[in-house]
């Protein structure tokens, strides 16, 4: 599913103002052969995997499921002046949501690394510092004015991390 990204001339406003983490994943889609302990060994081990890559983050997740459900989701986000945030504003760009987003200069836009071995344990790489660190509260307000008042908001307990 897409979200579209949102004009202030719209008349509808959005019942539900998502804030969280927006990235890329790149997902590993088979199980490894083996558990990862038992992935040791003297040379390097090299899987052939089907891999594919997916916007996600909490922010879009929820937001998708939110507009499969009725729901009228407004994401506030930040992603990377990069290939990824590329990626991640043409997600919003379909409909569904509306997406108030800052592109910055300063950090990438989050990557994840998401693989599961043979039990179905899940490996979570994700970058260590990303745009999503930079949604502050001042972007959050200065977006938000320009739409009816939201009458609930989900939030991501990994954003805002800003204490402005």
């Keep these: 599913m897409r979200c579209r990204p949102t004009t202030r001339a719209e008349p509808v406003s ?3 103002l998502v804030l969280g983490d927006l990235c890329v994943d790149t ?16 040379e390097e081990p090299i899987f052939r995997m089907p891999i594919d890559d997916r916007i996600g983050g909490s922010a879009y997740n929820f937001a998708r499921h939110a507009a499969a459900a009725g729901m009228r989701p407004l994401i ?40 599961f071995d043979a039990g179905g344990t899940r490996l979570l790489m994700t970058t260590e510092r990303s745009a999503n660190d930079l949604l502050s509260r001042e972007f959050v307000r200065r977006q938000v004015v320009g739409h009816a008042r939201p009458s609930s908001v989900w939030l991501s307990g990994d954003c805002l991390r800003d204490p402005t």
């Design 14 to 16: 959005p019942p539900l």
């Design 27 to 42: 997902v590993v889609t088979g199980r490894l052969p083996q558990s990862w302990h038992e992935i040791v060994a003297p």
């Design 76 to 115: 506030v986000g930040c992603v990377g002046d990069d290939l990824a945030g590329n990626s991640v504003l043409s997600a919003l760009a379909g409909p569904g949501c509306r997406a108030e987003i800052e592109r910055t200069g300063s950090a990438p836009t989050a990557r994840s690394l998401v693989s």
